[in-house]
Each structure stands twice: as structure tokens, then as C-alpha cells.
């Protein structure tokens, strides 16, 4: 969750310079975990950061159903993972660039051994929370010396 500075305010965690994405079990109205037909437990996937002095959170999912498996495994080796963003341009067919982001959890094991899997925020309004906490994030850090 979000972590305080020298008593001066709120500001979002991060493990090496990027943010932390966390995983929380998803619970039914009565408060028990739910778990799947096969008998695995739902989690949700989580971005928590402040903007302008208020908690919020960036819901994210694996880019595609089959990635929950991997992400289960990033967090069997620790219950943190770092949200490593890149930005990127794809050239289209009739030659003109689109810009995009891509997003991957990655988390490294007690040998050094980096895993990693893709994943996306769930929705657009997550994109933009997620870029507010940045911001938040840029305005409360030091400058590098």
C-alpha cells in the first residue's frame, strides 16, 4: 500500500524505481474467498497509490485468461511484483505509428532468476489513475543527485 515519507505525506510505493502491483483475494458479500470449478482461489490484481493526497487503486488482469497460472506463480515467490512499463510504437500497414504501453509483472526468485508475465490495467479509467499516481509519485520524490 502506500507508504510514508519523513513524516512530510503519503506517496506510492515502489521496489526499484517502479511501482508495485499486489494481489488480493476476491471475496463473496459474506466475506469468504471464492474459488474456481477446479478448486483454485480468486485474486484480484492491484496498482495502490495516492493522487493529490487521496489512496486509489489501478485494477489490473493478465493480458489474456490463460495468464492467472503465471501470475499465481509470480506471487507463490513473493507477494510483491514490480509493474515494469514500456513504452512503445508500432508501425501500422500503411506506415503510420501508433504509440502504446505494455505492462508486465515481474518478480525475482532467491537464486536471482527473473519471472515475469504480461498483464494490462482492467480499464481505461485505470490507465488514467495510473498515470495520476506517477505524477503524485514524480511531484513527492527527490530529484536524483
Known amino acids: 500500500m502506500a507508504k510514508e515519507q519523513n513524516g512530510t505525506g503519503v506517496v506510492t510505493e515502489t521496489i526499484n524505481g517502479n511501482l508495485v502491483l499486489i494481489r488480493e483475494p476476491v471475496k463473496d458479500k459474506n ?37 492467472y497460472e503465471p501470475l499465481d506463480v509470480l506471487f507463490d515467490i513473493s507477494p510483491k511484483a514490480e509493474l515494469i512499463m514500456h513504452d512503445e510504437v508500432m508501425t501500422n500497414a500503411d506506415g503510420s505509428k501508433t504509440p502504446y504501453t505494455t505492462y508486465t509483472a515481474q518478480v525475482t526468485d532467491e ?9 494490462k ?4 479509467s ?12 514524480h511531484k513527492h520524490t527527490p530529484p536524483a543527485v
Open 31 to 67: 466475506g469468504k474467498q471464492l474459488i474456481t470449478k477446479d478448486g483454485r482461489l480468486y485474486y484480484s490484481y492491484k496498482v495502490c497509490g495516492t493522487v493529490r493526497g487521496h489512496e486509489k487503486k489501478a485494477d489490473f488482469v493478465p493480458k489474456d485468461m490463460g495468464g
Open 121 to 124: 490495467p482492467q480499464r481505461d
Open 111 to 119: 537464486d536471482g532468476e527473473v519471472w515475469e508475465c504480461g498483464v
Open 126 to 137: 485505470d490507465k488514467s489513475l495510473l498515470k495520476f499516481m506517477l505524477i503524485d509519485l
